[in-house]
């Protein structure tokens, strides 16, 4: 199996400016990134960023890297414009590997692309881990992920789904999204065209788009757990203090 990993990288974060760039033990955000991507047997890994800060430094560290323009309102979108200017294949896996994820299993990486690769049906898949900590169901920071029996997602949020109509918030039921994407790459370029849902913009979630037009998202349980991307300066410091 083939694949190449897309990691966008934007400099802007309204919770912790210049996130990519954050210090990591002696090594940025991104570099962190990028070093796990490297080791997924990706046959190329991309940097995709909005700033030529990023680009300077990803440029340190020998990454190829591409600046993008500064207009896109998500990583999908910065993922189609790599595609479109290099060219890939229309069904080459490209796996979206987020900028905030230092800690992300490679093992990971290379499991979304073998799952999409074995799914011929969808266009899309990701991953999910089961929620251990019932503080996390009502964290709208952890987004939950609600499938069917065929493991095709049928709905991300950032509430607490499903709901217990009769209390108890039983952690067994929930499931924490992975934020790593598999995509064919004639897709991404789809996925531009598509309208954005109001449900994707009331939650914040892009993912939300492919379901709101009536497409599918094949999940899978991660084989390994990776730890809660870096959203916050709370979250730096936890990612920190796992490093040293």
Known sequence: MKFVVVIPARYQSTRLPAKPLQDIAGKTMIERVYQQACKSGAERVVIATDDQRIVEVANSFNAEVILTADTHESGTERLAEVCERLNFADDTIVVNVQGDEPLIPPAVISQVAGLLDKAPEVKMASLS????????????????????????????????????????????????????????????????????????????????????????????????????????????????????
């Open 129 to 244: 881990v089961p929620i251990t900590d019932d503080t996390d169901i009502h964290d709208p920071n952890v987004v939950k992920v609600v499938c069917d029996k065929d493991d095709h997602a049928l709905y991300f949020s950032r509430s607490a789904v499903p709901h217990e109509r009769d209390g108890g918030w039983r952690s067994e039921l929930y499931s924490r999204h992975i934020g790593i994407y598999a995509y064919r790459c004639h897709f991404v370029g789809e996925y531009l065209q598509l309208s954005p849902s109001p449900i994707e913009k009331i939650e914040k979630l892009e993912q939300l788009r492919v379901l709101w037009h009536g497409y599918k998202i094949k999940m899978a349980q991660a084989i390994e757990t990776p730890a809660h991307g870096v959203d916050t300066p709370e979250d730096l410091e936890k990612i920190r203090a796992l490093f040293n």
